[in-house]
T-cell receptor, first 113, second 115 residues
Framework: GNSVTQMEGPVTLSEEAFLTINCTYT??????LFWYVQYPGEGLQLLLK?????DKGSNKGFEATYRKETTSFHLEKGSVQVSDSAVYFC????????????FGSGTRLQVQP | GAGVSQTPSNKVTEKGKYVELRCDPI?????LYWYRQSLGQGPEFLIY????????DSGLPNDRFFAVRPEGSVSTLKIQRTERGDSAVYLC?????????????FGPGTRLLVL
C-alpha cells in the first residue's frame, strides 16, 4: 500500500536559516504529492502540491520538487521566520482513482528569534 | 467564504457511550472526507462521501464506526460503544468533487476523549 515517511522532529532553527524537511514515499504509479501545515491552534492547511514528476510546488517561500527517481518530495525554504513554526505533513494521493490522502507522521518546526 | 466547520470542538465521554460528531463542508463541495489523527501522528483516512453515498469506507476500523451524509451536505460520524483507544482528533475535509482540483480543505477537528 501507499506510505509516506518524514524526518522526525522537532527541527529547531534560528530565524533566517535554511530549512529542509525530508519526505519520501512508496506508491505505485504516479501519485499526487502535498505538503500541509498545521499552525498552533489551527486546522490543517494546504501549503503546496505537485501532481506530476519534476513539477515544483511553491507557496509562501516554500518549495518542493516531485522527484520520481528518488520517490521524494522534500520541503525547502531559504530563510525561515518565527511565524513558520508549525507542524508540517507530507501526503500523497494515489493515481488509482482512490481519493484518500496518505499522510506522514508530521515534522514539528520551531524557529527561534 | 466559510470554511469547513466541525462540532463540537471537544467531546469527553465515558467508555461504552455513543457519540456523534458533525461536519459542515464548504458550500458547493460534493466530496467529504473523515480522518482520524492520534497524538503525534498524521491523519488517517476513515471514509469518503461523494454526494450522499459512501464511495470509500475502507478506513473505518470496525463496525462501531459509521458515518452518514443524508442530504449530500452535512455529515455525521457515529461511534458506538466507545473505547479508550478511540480518543483522537477527528478531522473532516471537503473538496469540489469534480474536475482537476481535488484539494481537500480541512476543518479544525473534534477532539474526542474517552475516559
Amino acid at each position: 500500500g501507499n506510505s509516506v515517511t518524514q524526518m522526525e522532529g522537532p527541527v529547531t532553527l534560528s530565524e533566517e536559516a535554511f530549512l529542509t524537511i525530508n519526505c519520501t514515499y512508496t506508491a505505485t504509479g504516479y501519485p499526487s504529492l502535498f505538503w500541509y501545515v498545521q499552525y498552533p491552534g489551527e486546522g490543517l492547511q494546504l501549503l503546496l502540491k505537485a501532481t506530476k514528476a519534476d513539477d515544483k510546488g511553491s507557496n509562501k517561500g516554500f518549495e518542493a520538487t516531485y522527484r520520481k527517481e528518488t520517490t521524494s518530495f522534500h520541503l525547502e525554504k531559504g530563510s525561515v521566520q518565527v511565524s513558520d513554526s508549525a507542524v508540517y505533513f507530507c501526503a500523497l494521493k494515489g493515481d488509482t482513482g482512490r481519493r484518500a490522502l496518505t499522510f506522514g507522521s508530521g515534522t514539528r518546526l520551531q524557529v527561534q528569534p | 467564504g466559510a470554511g469547513v466547520s466541525q462540532t463540537p470542538s471537544n467531546k469527553v465521554t465515558e467508555k461504552g457511550k455513543y457519540v456523534e460528531l458533525r461536519c459542515d463542508p464548504i458550500s458547493g463541495h460534493t466530496a467529504l472526507y473523515w480522518y482520524r489523527q492520534s497524538l503525534g501522528q498524521g491523519p488517517e483516512f476513515l471514509i469518503y462521501f461523494q454526494g450522499t453515498g459512501a464511495a470509500d469506507d475502507s478506513g473505518l476500523p470496525n463496525d462501531r464506526f459509521f458515518a452518514v451524509r443524508p442530504e449530500g451536505s452535512v455529515s455525521t460520524l457515529k461511534i458506538q460503544r466507545t473505547e479508550r483507544g478511540d480518543s483522537a482528533v477527528y478531522l473532516c475535509a471537503s473538496s469540489l468533487g469534480s474536475g482537476s482540483d481535488e484539494t481537500q480543505y480541512f476543518g479544525p477537528g473534534t477532539r474526542l476523549l474517552v475516559l
